[in-house]
């Protein structure tokens, strides 16, 4: 157990539709990091917070926001949603902001997201 | 852009035997390297990283190798167990925040 936490596990929604994945990070930890993992595109980092605020933004689309809150709990909303954006989404944390490098970023069990 | 991948998308091997999976990046600029297992139902767990300065990292039972001239990057699993079965990945992080992943090796041990 990674200590990283995520809300829900399995997720079944149609087209068009918003979805909310949530995360609760290790004791702690004050950066969390987003990724997402598809067949065909691997695991890809999405976004990163440190304290609440955008620390580092990789390959994430208009129709995906997150945030993190005072709390250090983080959401990642998905609107509008499209088939392809079938995929588990991963939470992961760490205490400082540098990412992989001084940190080891530990990596939740992630939300499945099933769009049909 | 960065690109990190691997060289066997699959590896099978005998219980007790030592597997080595291999790994290609790109991005010359990569100076910190990180190989993570990923168990079926879960996320990634670290296992071992390396940096540029060095070639060569052991931990318990793995090793990883670091090949700079080639861009090439190993991790050697020693008397592989069943329990080792899983989707191993390396990622590379060339001075950012990202941590770019390969697509992973499926290794699967044969009791």
């Known amino acids: 157990d990674s200590g990283v936490t995520q809300t829900p596990k399995h997720l079944i929604t149609a087209t068009g539709q918003r979805v909310t994945l949530r995360c609760s990070p290790r004791?702690?930890?004050?950066?969390v990091y987003w990724y997402q993992q598809s067949l065909d595109q691997g695991l890809q980092f999405l976004i990163q917070y440190y304290n609440g605020e955008e620390r580092a933004k990789g390959n994430i689309l208009e129709r995906f926001s997150a945030q993190q809150f005072p709390d250090l709990h983080s959401e990642l909303n998905l609107s509008s949603l499209e088939l392809g954006d079938s995929a588990l989404y991963f939470c992961?944390?760490?205490?400082?902001?540098?990412?992989?490098?001084?940190?080891?970023?530990?990596f939740g069990e992630g939300s499945w997201l099933t769009v049909v | 852009g960065e690109s990190v991948g691997l060289h066997l998308p699959t590896l099978s091997v005998q219980e007790g035997d030592n597997s080595i999976i291999n790994c290609a990046y790109s991005n010359s600029a990569s100076d910190y390297f990180i190989w993570y297992k990923q168990e079926s139902g879960k996320g990634p767990q670290f296992i071992i990283d390396?940096?540029?300065?060095?070639d060569k990292r052991q931990g318990q039972r793995v090793t990883v190798l670091l090949n700079k001239t080639v861009k090439h990057l190993s991790l050697q699993i020693a008397a592989t167990q069943p329990g080792d079965s899983a989707v191993y990945f390396c990622a590379e992080t060339p001075g950012a925040n990202n941590l770019f992943f390969g697509t992973g090796t499926r290794l699967t041990v044969i009791p």
């Open positions: 004791s702690g930890d004050l950066s």
């Open positions: 390396i940096r540029s300065n060095m």
């Open positions: 992961a944390s760490s205490v400082g902001p540098q990412g992989a490098r001084g940190n080891t970023i530990y």
